[in-house]
C-alpha cells in the first residue's frame, strides 16, 4: 500500500448482537488498523452496557425486524439517515466500505447519501431472499454509484446475481488463527466422559441447536458422562432431552472473547448443525483455528470452509441420527480426530485476516486508481464510473 487510506466501514445489524457481519466488520477494522490504516465503523448500537471499540460511530438504536428468516436488529429512518450523512461528511473518507447494502439499514442509507469511491460486501445467502427482491429496484439504483463489489463466499455471489445480476469477486470471511490457535480449556473441560461443542444464537431455529440436542439425546444414555458444552445468547429449548440426562447440557450462555476462545479448546468433538442461510460459516473458521475436530451439517458453505469434508465431517443437514452416528466415530477415534485437528488448521490459514486484509486493501487500491481519486479525504465527488471490472480482483490475480 502507498499510503495510509481513510476508511469508513458500514455494518447495518445491531453491534450488541453476536452476528457473522458484525464481526467481519470489526475484525476487518482491526486488521485495517494494524496495517497503518484510519477506520471509522457505523453501525447500529444499543442502549447496553458493552464495552465497544474506539473506532465505532453508534447510528442511532435498533429495532428489531424479520429479515430473511432470522430477526435483524436494524436502524432506519429520517434522523439516522441525518447521522450516516454528518459521519460521512465529517469522515471525509477515501473510500467507504458498505457491508450487505440490500439491508434495509444503515447501509443502504450510506449508499444513498455516499458520493465517493464505494467498495460493498454482500454476505447474504438466500435463494429466496424476500428481502432483497422486496428492495431489488432501490438497490440497483444505490449498485450503480459501488464501484467494486465483494461476496464472501459462491453462495453469497450467487444470491446477489440472481436478485440484482452482475457479478462480485469472491474474498471469504477472515479469522484471526493466532488469537484462537492457544488457550487453556474451561475449568473442568473437557471431561473423562468426552465432550462436544456448541457456539451460537441458541433459539434461532436455522442454527440447529434442536438437531443437536436430538443426536445427544440417542448419544447420552450409551454414554456415562458425556456432556454437551451450549454457549451463546438466547434460551435453548431442553423439553427434547430426557431428564435422566437433562444435567448434562451444560448452558454457559454469552461469553466474552476470551472465554469463546477457550471453549472451542474445551471439547472433543465441534458441532456447527446449522440447517440453512449461511454463505460462509466464520463459527467453523474459528474452530479449525482453536484446532477443533469438526462435525457439521453438508451446507454448501460450510461443505466449502471445510474442503468438502477433508477438514472436518459432513452430517446431513437436518439430520439427528446420522449426526449421532458421526459425533459417535470420532468420540471414538483420537487418532482420527488429531487428523482433522491438523487439517482444519492448515486448511484456515486461507481464511487468515493477513490474508483476507491485504486482499481487501488491495481492491481499495485498484478502486481508487482506477476512478483518478486524488485521495485529499473528501469523499464528495460523484464518479461517474460503473462498477470495478472483477476480473482483475480475484484472489491470486493481482496485478
Not at 477506520?39 to 447496553?48: I, W
Not at 473518507?93 to 434495509?104: S, T
Amino acid at each position: 500500500m502507498t499510503a495510509p487510506i481513510r476508511v469508513g466501514i458500514v455494518c447495518p445489524y445491531s453491534w450488541d448482537v453476536p452476528g457473522g457481519v458484525q464481526q467481519h466488520a470489526g475484525d476487518l477494522a482491526e486488521a485495517l488498523i494494524a496495517m497503518g490504516h484510519q477506520v471509522s465503523v457505523l453501525a447500529p448500537v444499543g442502549d447496553g452496557d458493552h464495552e465497544r471499540p474506539p473506532y465505532l460511530v453508534s447510528a442511532g438504536r435498533p429495532v428489531p425486524v424479520p429479515y430473511n428468516g432470522s430477526v435483524a436488529r436494524i436502524s432506519f429512518g429520517p434522523r439516522i439517515a441525518a447521522r450516516v450523512r454528518r459521519w460521512i461528511t465529517e469522515g471525509a473518507f477515501d473510500i467507504l466500505h458498505i457491508h450487505e447494502p440490500a439491508a434495509p439499514s444503515v447501509s443502504l442509507l450510506a449508499c444513498w447519501a455516499a458520493d465517493g469511491p464505494i467498495v460493498a460486501t454482500f454476505h447474504t445467502s438466500n435463494p429466496r431472499s424476500r428481502a432483497m427482491a422486496a428492495t431489488s429496484t432501490a438497490l440497483r439504483a444505490a449498485l450503480e454509484k459501488i464501484n467494486a463489489r465483494v461476496a464472501v463466499s459462491e453462495a453469497a455471489r450467487r444470491t446477489l446475481v440472481e436478485h440484482v445480476g452482475g457479478d462480485a469477486v469472491l474474498i471469504p470471511n477472515g479469522v484471526s488463527v493466532r488469537r484462537f490457535a492457544h488457550a487453556e480449556p474451561l475449568p473442568g473441560w473437557p471431561g473423562p466422559g468426552g465432550s462436544i461443542g456448541f457456539l451460537g444464537r441458541l433459539d434461532e431455529p436455522r442454527k440447529g441447536l434442536g438437531v443437536l440436542l436430538a443426536a445427544f439425546a440417542r448419544l447420552a444414555p450409551q454414554r456415562p458422562g458425556l456432556r454437551l458444552l451450549v454457549a451463546g445468547p438466547g434460551t435453548a429449548d431442553l423439553s427434547e432431552v430426557p431428564e435422566r440426562v437433562r444435567e448434562r447440557v451444560v448452558l454457559l450462555g454469552r461469553l466474552d472473547d476470551a472465554d469463546k476462545i477457550r471453549a472451542y479448546h474445551s471439547t472433543d468433538v465441534f458441532c456447527a448443525p446449522n440447517l440453512g442461510g449461511e454463505s460462509f460459516g466464520i463459527v467453523l473458521t474459528e474452530a479449525m483455528s482453536a484446532g477443533a475436530a469438526i462435525v457439521a451439517s453438508d451446507i454448501p458453505a460450510f461443505d466449502a470452509v471445510l474442503d468438502g469434508g477433508r477438514a472436518g465431517t459432513l452430517f446431513r443437514v437436518g439430520d439427528p441420527t446420522h449426526l449421532a452416528e458421526q459425533t459417535a466415530a470420532l468420540l471414538d477415534d483420537p487418532q482420527r480426530r488429531s487428523r482433522l485437528s491438523r487439517a482444519a488448521h492448515a486448511a484456515v490459514s486461507a481464511y487468515d485476516w493477513d490474508t483476507v486484509a491485504a486482499d481487501i486493501a488491495h481492491v481499495y487500491e485498484t478502486v481508487l486508481t482506477s476512478t483518478g481519486y486524488d485521495r485529499k479525504g473528501i469523499a464528495g465527488v460523484r464518479l461517474d464510473n460503473g462498477p470495478l471490472s472483477t476480473t482483475l480482483l480475484r484472489r491470486g490475480e493481482r496485478s
